[in-house]
């Protein structure tokens, strides 16, 4: 029997299909064995959040969902951050419920465009924990849509459709891999009416759809790096950082942020040696990531480091060392035997200049002697 879901399934195979032949293949410059296989694994995580975060969604009755985790990684994910969204609609009104859980920084974005699983075309709107109340204890009131409110109220534009919560922790080790660190929030749609509708083959094919856009768009949607004109806090040259600068509406970009991003690539015994200065500011750390954008494991091995964990020197500075054995040195980042990989900076709410952070190659002999 032909049926509607059974043709969206259908799509989603095509989907995968192309993705394959096309994505996870030269055209986007993966030639080796290993290239192929990470990405055939990037795309195995794009899919479980897809499923997890789109498949079954409904702005009249949403929740929020965790969107990575130490085992789903996908969009620059993070080892000292925890993020939930959730879908919304201008044609409702919502209250959030929530604590701040001890974070160092906290916002919540409301993204446009991504009601069908596209990626985000903007940010329509930012409440951050500098420009809302929240009680003695860190519990918050936030709502969305409906009449305009004194404090602690984002307006929902027409193409409003989604919202991302960053809680942002600076600790000596990744709050992404604890349980216990995870916050709770809780978000209702005032002006729902009744309980949801039971599935139908229209809402499940609708649901299927959803998720070949998110993996379409995040996949071959996304051209190779080095194959586009990059954001400006982007560099395409190897071992050497960009201006970190604001991402503006950039999809899915927090706003309040200053980013920098470039690749790495080293020989088996290279080492890049960076320098630079932590800002002011609310949150600041160092990822590296995979090609895919997807932290290396940060559970097992020290892939990142925020201002907590960083050893820096009598005049404020730091010296990490990416390399792939530890140098016996402080700072070290791992990086897991991988000769190319990308190193991402984030720097929350910052005041004042942001010294963008300088960085060598050396040989791994060098720094033990």
Wanted: glycine fraction near 6%; charged fraction near 20%.
């Amino acid at each position: 029997m032909e049926t509607e879901s059974r043709s969206a399934l259908g799509e989603l195979i095509s989907t995968l299909q192309e993705i394959d032949t096309r994505w996870c293949s030269a055209e986007w410059n993966l030639h080796t064995t290993d290239d192929i296989a990470g990405a055939h694994r990037a795309l195995m995580h794009i899919l479980e959040a897809s499923l997890v975060g789109f498949f079954e969604q409904d702005p009249a009755h949403p929740d929020f969902r965790r969107i990575t985790t130490p085992s789903r990684k996908l969009t620059g994910d993070n080892s000292d951050a925890i993020y939930f969204d959730a879908p919304v609609s201008a044609e409702h009104a919502y209250v959030i419920r929530g604590n701040l859980h001890g974070a160092a920084y906290f916002s919540l974005t409301v993204e446009e465009g991504t009601a069908d699983g596209h990626m985000a075309s903007g940010t329509a709107g930012i409440l951050n924990d500098e420009n809302m109340e929240t009680d003695s204890n860190g519990n918050f009131t936030l709502y969305l849509g409906g009449p305009k409110k004194q404090c602690n109220w984002l307006a929902l534009t027409p193409d409003a459709s989604r919202l991302t919560t960053r809680h942002y922790f600076e600790q000596a080790a990744p709050v992404a891999c604890d349980p216990d660190q995870e916050p709770r929030m809780h978000i209702e749609c005032i002006n729902a009416a009744g309980a949801p509708k039971p599935p139908t083959d229209a809402s499940v094919a609708s649901g299927i759809r959803r998720v070949c856009n998110v993996i379409r768009s995040r996949t071959l949607e996304m051209p190779p790096l080095a194959n586009s004109e990059p954001p400006p806090f982007v560099s395409l040259t190897p071992n050497e950082f960009p201006a970190p600068v604001k991402p503006g509406s950039f999809g899915f970009a927090a706003t309040d942020a200053h980013y920098s991003m470039a690749p790495y690539f080293l020989g088996p015994d290279d080492a890049l040696v960076i320098t630079g200065r932590w800002p002011d500011c609310r949150f600041a750390n160092v990822c590296l990531w995979n090609r895919f954008q997807q932290t290396f494991n940060y559970r097992d091995r020290s892939v990142s480091l925020n201002r907590a964990q960083t050893v820096i020197d009598d005049q404020g500075r730091f010296r990490m060392v990416i390399a792939h054995e530890d140098p016996g040195l402080p700072n070290w980042l791992d990086t897991e035997g991988n000769p190319f990989g990308l190193v991402f900076w984030r720097m929350f709410l910052v005041e004042g200049d942001v010294a963008t952070p300088t960085a060598e190659v050396v040989k791994v002999s060098e720094l033990k002697n």
